[in-house]
């Protein structure tokens, strides 16, 4: 059975862009009022949506300076498919939001993903294949969150929100070339969120060895053996980052080294950013990689699956990364805000 996922037009990524909002909630202002700061906290702060941000306008800014790398009219775009778990409503796409204020619209395929944190990389897997059979020039994959978490739950020490949007087209206009991947999945319980439930559940012992690492570690090893491929070949690898702890660990398992995962992990600064997490620490990467650069990235949602894909840095590169803002330069911005300003950007105080 053939494990790689590879189109058979060669494709690779034509522009991308990020955004993260400017809020920060140091993790200590959660410790101290839930365990009168005896808990040590698992990073140092996460990013917070403002009173006018959620999941569409976070899509359309990164949507937006991924086109402006990609150096194309919005109206090229066949494809706009936006993954989250925090779309803003129920019933009606974020995709349609997104296409309208880019101009991208009407004539472009839209929807909405949904994988928990694997939402936005399923997206450019399929991005991939669209533009690869030759339906589409150019179509575009974006991972966004606003991310959720019961007060004084675990989660919510980690639970960010940013986003990424990566646009695909022909290989020859590609700042990264997409060399193969190999997606991996199960029915692992490990994390959900029932209709009507404002908060989602996590499974405490599912969450780690038979979910996370499980998916992760066997995605990537899967996709390296296809490639012919070790660590060693890497310069940078990106794997999702709910915690610190979990990435670093099972990048090690896969044989990185540090300098190999440290540029991609963002988690200490903007927290875990759900569907946009392992997309947004790519964005970090494609900022300071140079020509001839492989990168391997694995995302991980849960309920569960990972998705790796392996992308080569050409030299395209230097002239379409400085168009936009870099990531550093959105997590360098930064306004630090209290639990209690926290508390009311992201509607948790109830007036009624």
């Known amino acids: 059975m053939t494990t790689l996922l590879k189109p058979q ?3 690779g990524i034509v522009g991308y862009g990020a955004y993260i909002p400017r809020y920060r909630l140091p993790a200590r202002e959660v410790s101290a009022m839930w365990t009168d700061g005896t808990a040590e906290p698992p990073i140092e702060e996460k990013a917070v949506p403002g009173l006018d941000e959620d999941t ?5 800014e990164a949507a937006r300076n991924a086109l402006i790398r990609a150096g194309i009219d919005p109206t090229e775009l066949r494809a706009i498919w936006v993954g989250s778990e925090s779309h803003p409503y129920a019933v009606k796409p974020t995709s349609t939001i997104v296409a309208e204020a880019l101009g991208a619209a009407p004539l472009v395929q839209a929807a909405d993903w949904e994988f928990a ?3 936005g990389s399923e997206a450019i897997v399929a991005a991939i294949g669209m533009v690869g059979s030759g339906m589409a020039e150019y179509a575009m994959g974006i991972g966004a969150d606003t991310a959720q978490g019961r007060p004084g739950d675990a989660l919510e020490y980690t639970a960010g929100a940013g986003g990424a949007a990566i646009i695909i087209g022909p290989a020859a206009q590609a700042i990264a070339h997409f060399e193969g991947s ?15 439930a404002e908060y989602p559940s996590h499974g405490m012992r599912f969450t780690g060895e038979p979910a996370y690492f499980h998916h992760i570690i066997t995605a990537g090893e899967m996709l390296m053996q296809a490639l012919g491929r070790t660590a060693a070949d890497y310069r940078y690898v990106v794997l999702h980052q709910p915690n610190v702890k979990f990435p670093v660990r099972a990048a090690q398992q896969l044989g990185f080294r540090p300098e ?5 992990l963002l988690v200490n600064r903007i927290g875990n950013t759900y569907a946009g997490a392992s997309l947004v620490g790519l964005t970090a990467v494609l900022d300071v990689a140079e020509p001839g650069d492989r990168i391997l990235v694995v995302s991980f949602g849960s309920g569960a699956g ?3 894909m392996s992308f080569l840095v050409t030299d395209r590169i230097h002239d379409r990364r400085l168009l936009a803002p870099t990531t550093a330069d959105y997590i360098a911005r930064r306004t630090v805000i209290d639990y209690a300003t926290y508390l009311r950007y992201r509607g948790k105080l109830k007036m009624h």
């Open 56 to 60: 569409a306008t976070i899509a359309i």
């Open 117 to 119: 944190c694997k939402a």
């Open 260 to 264: 190999q995962w440290e540029t991609g």
């Open 9 to 11: 037009r060669d494709v």
């Open 182 to 196: 190999v997606s991996y999945v199960t029915d692992t319980p490990d994390f959900w969120r029932r209709p009507q």
């Open 306 to 308: 990972s998705d790796a």
